[in-house]
């Protein structure tokens, strides 16, 4: 084998020494759970009766059931992501998008750019669709022989999560461009004094930019890097492990022999309803007439807007009311980690907050040097976003302590915003909440790809550190 670059090596050494110890997402957040529920106590006074009240902050409505809704969005937006990858037209022009890689180091860096690509115009599209097309390159590396590690593509898949908050679904810059949204979460005294944050000045202010199109380019690099040469990665793994859903299996070209009783007449009426584009049109063209009706009404691209557009595009493509079906059930079949894992990160946060674990962790810098105050209010914004996982959330714990702390310094509350957004994405690498639907579309673990996301965090943090530090002189 030829000698390999350090970078590699480092991938290699890394993959298989994580993959030792990481436990299933489930694991993890059973053990986040106990860890919150005894720091919770403690914070009380460490008494039983302390105990008692963090059980009842935990399984309280604001708690472990906090986040049904959002558990169903997620959970139809991967059936109907699936769904809508299973479609010839969608297949198709995936995989051609794949062929566009001459090789395996380009076939992760496109993968890194696309995922990072479509995070930028929305976190949840590219969560999704990133993906897919991971699934897509695996499917072409193992088409075109190509010796490489499949969940290094699926890492590559979801390095967007990384750089999702500086782009155009951000919830906290979003959320500061009005003085209404902005005493939502600080009230009207210091929403006040900081006053409404235009888009120009934080999306598209010279911070911003620097951070977020560096990450944008810094993605396809750093995982290109990692990749060994055609031949030299010494535990290639191509194509998706065995039993992972496959966007192939659903499509609408299967034949209807290998779903219907063969007792039952192939081309009865109730066949022919059940084949006919008709219920295909009857639903699709009412679901895009509300989903413009959304859009026109400024309800923005939200996760139901871009659950409704999935639902008319999948149905649209399949083109039969029978291929649609059959294609989300293949998706819905994943959404088991989704149903498991978001109600106890729900539980997790009502006892961050109700216990003010949450704010003590977020004021631990509060009191830093202004030259430094960004730089680590991006650090314990990391650690928080372990436990409050949601950006909304984080930036209604988050936000009214550093943005106060910020004012006392003289900082700028742009900046200090923006460090509580980059703080939020950065640990999404180590986060296995948001990990649960591509690790149920691409079929992999997370002990597969946690040592190639925790390069990518590492290689990304210093960058956005290095942009605040430089930011604040």
Same mark, same amino acid.
């Given at each position: 084998m030829p000698?390999?670059?350090?970078?590699?090596?480092?991938?290699? =050494?890394?993959?298989?020494?994580?993959?030792?110890?990481?436990?299933?997402?489930?694991?993890v957040a059973v053990a986040m759970t106990v860890v919150t529920l005894v720091a919770g106590a403690l914070a009380l006074g460490g008494?039983?009766?302390?105990?008692?009240?963090?059980?009842?902050?935990?399984?309280?409505?604001?708690?472990?059931?906090?986040?049904?809704?959002? =558990?169903?969005?997620?959970?139809?937006?991967l059936t109907l992501g699936t769904a809508l990858a299973a479609a010839p037209?969608?297949?198709?022009?995936?995989? =051609?998008?794949?062929?566009?890689?001459?090789?395996?180091?380009?076939?992760?860096?496109?993968?890194?750019?696309v995922?990072?690509?479509?995070?930028?115009?929305?976190?949840?599209?590219?969560?999704?669709?990133?993906?897919?097309?991971?699934?897509?390159?695996?499917?072409e590396a193992r088409r075109r022989g190509f010796a490489l590690h499949y969940p290094l593509l699926c890492a590559a898949g979801y390095a967007g999560m990384m750089v999702w908050h500086g782009g155009l679904?951000?919830?906290?810059?979003?959320?500061?461009?009005?003085?209404?949204?902005?005493t939502e979460v600080l009230g009207p005294d210091l929403a006040a004094r900081v006053g409404p944050i235009a888009l120009g000045h934080s999306l598209f202010g010279g911070l911003n930019l620097a951070v977020t199109v560096g990450l944008w380019l810094l993605a396809p690099l750093v995982f290109m890097a990692l990749t060994p040469a055609e031949g030299a990665d010494p535990d290639p793994q191509p194509a998706p492990r065995s039993g992972s859903p496959s966007l192939s299996s659903t499509s609408s070209e299967t034949g209807p022999e290998e779903h219907v009783p063969s007792a039952t007449p192939p081309e009865g009426a109730l066949d022919?309803?059940?084949?006919?584009?008709?219920?295909?049109?009857?639903l699709a063209a009412p679901a895009a007439a509300a989903l413009v009706f959304a859009l026109e009404g400024g309800g923005g691209v939200d996760l139901n807007a871009i659950n409704l557009a999935l639902w008319v595009l999948a149905l649209v493509l399949h083109g039969r009311p029978d291929a649609f079906v059959r294609a989300c059930d293949a998706g819905a079949r994943a959404c088991a980690g989704i149903l498991l894992l978001f109600p106890l990160y729900g539980g997790i946060m009502g006892v961050m907050k109700g216990t003010g674990l949450a704010a003590a962790l977020a004021g631990v810098f509060a009191a830093a040097d202004p030259r430094a105050f960004t730089t680590l209010t991006f650090v314990s914004a990391g650690v928080l976003n372990l436990f409050i996982p949601?950006?909304?959330?984080?930036?209604?714990?988050?936000?009214?302590?550093?943005?106060?702390?910020?004012?006392?310094?003289?900082v700028d509350p742009t900046h200090a915003m923006l460090a509580i957004a980059y703080g939020d994405q950065w640990t999404n690498m180590l986060q296995?909440?948001?990990?649960?639907?591509?690790?149920?579309?691409?079929?992999?673990r997370a002990r597969d790809i946690i040592g190639y996301c925790t390069l990518w965090m590492l290689a990304g943090g210093l960058w956005i550190a290095g942009c605040l530090f430089l930011a604040s002189l």
């Open positions: 000698r390999l670059p350090p970078l590699v090596r480092l991938g290699l =050494a890394v993959r298989r020494g994580f993959g030792r110890f990481t436990p299933d997402p489930f694991v008494g039983l009766s302390d105990l008692v009240k963090v059980v009842r902050m935990w399984s309280a409505p604001g708690g472990l059931w906090s986040l049904l809704a959002f =558990a169903g969005q997620m959970s139809l937006m037209p969608v297949r198709r022009g995936l995989h =051609a998008l794949a062929r566009l890689a001459p090789g395996p180091r380009s076939l992760v860096g496109l993968v890194a750019f995922s990072c690509t479509l995070c930028l115009l929305n976190w949840s599209l590219g969560l999704v669709c990133g993906a897919m097309f991971a699934k897509t390159a695996g499917d679904s951000g919830t906290a810059p979003l959320k500061a461009t009005t003085l209404a949204d902005l022919r309803i059940e084949r006919s584009p008709l219920v295909v049109w009857t949601s950006g909304g959330g984080q930036w209604a714990v988050q936000g009214p302590i550093v943005m106060s702390a910020a004012l006392e310094r003289g296995p909440f948001w990990a649960v639907p591509l690790l149920a579309i691409t079929g992999v």
